[in-house]
């Protein structure tokens, strides 16, 4: 599908081993996959899987040991570490396990980091309506230690999304959120694929969460093993069954 449109991320046949000799963790195995431009993907498999591997492969954080990545057709191999420093300035955003906002900003100031380390200005209707859909606007004058995990969590996801970036890379961006919270990331994350037409790449061990995606990847022993398209949370139970 999308003949000739290039995918939003492409890995082929990416390995990725950490360490050397007896050490040797081999994370991904020949993993090649297509993330279409303006999809939301959800990255599913047990702990250990390669899940977060890939996902930092695919944004460029770290070098596979074998195959290749390219992000919006640009080949990342052999790119120096500032050249994929500005690619991911200037096409990805990123909410991770750990939140990393910076203790000494306010939620805003974080908020709007991203955009004036570009030397760009935060548009403050787009700032309004993130905070406000997020459930932070009240917040937003505070500091990290001010704030709940789940609220740090939502400012770090505001953060991801202020530049409008063409990938968004999320790792358990719910996972310490309570339903209802995680229910608001989960459409704000639809709604900028829908309506900005932004590709979202969601790892998540939560099948409700996942149930967004308009598919979902399942890794098993750091291998591609299976893709459920138009998720529900009984195909993705019954997709997790059988990773195997
Ligand atoms: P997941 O996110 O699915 O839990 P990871 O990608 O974090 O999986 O890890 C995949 C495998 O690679 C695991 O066996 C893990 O222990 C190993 N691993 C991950 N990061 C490192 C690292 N920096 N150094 C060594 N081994 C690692
Ligand atoms: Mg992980």
Redesign the pocket.
């Known amino acids: 599908m999308n003949g000739g449109i290039e995918p939003a991320v492409r890995l082929d046949g990416v390995g990725k081993v950490?360490?050397t000799g007896a050490s040797a963790?081999t994370?991904l195995r020949d993993v090649s996959y297509s993330f279409a431009r303006g999809s939301f993907t959800g990255v599913m498999?047990?702990?250990?899987?390669?899940?977060?591997?890939?996902l930092q492969c695919a944004a460029g954080l770290t070098q596979p040991t074998s195959g290749s990545v390219s992000v919006g057709g640009a080949d990342l191999t052999g790119l120096t570490e500032a050249e994929l420093s500005t690619m991911r300035r200037e096409r990805a955003g990123f909410v991770f396990q750990a939140f990393n906002l910076l203790p000494a900003l306010t939620a805003r100031e974080n908020i709007e980091l991203p955009l004036r380390l570009a030397g760009r200005r935060a548009d403050p209707g787009w700032v309004a309506e993130l905070v406000k859909r997020t459930g932070i606007a009240d917040h937003v004058h505070r500091r990290p230690h001010e704030l709940s995990g789940g609220q740090q969590q939502r400012v770090a996801i505001c953060r991801a999304l202020v530049a409008r970036p063409e990938v968004v890379f999320a790792d358990e961006p719910t996972g310490n959120l309570d339903t209802r919270s995680g229910q608001e990331i989960l459409a704000l994350l639809r709604l900028v694929v829908d309506a900005l037409r932004q590709t979202v790449i969601m790892?998540t061990h939560d099948p409700a969460a996942a149930s967004h995606a308009d598919r979902v990847l399942f890794?098993s022993d750091?291998q591609a093993v299976n893709v459920v398209e138009d998720p529900t949370t009984e195909t993705i139970v019954a997709g997790l069954g059988t990773r195997r």
């Not at 498999?45 to 890939?54: A, E, F, N, V, Y």
């Open positions: 950490y360490g963790v994370a498999g047990q702990s250990g899987s390669g899940k977060t591997t890939l790892v890794l750091g």
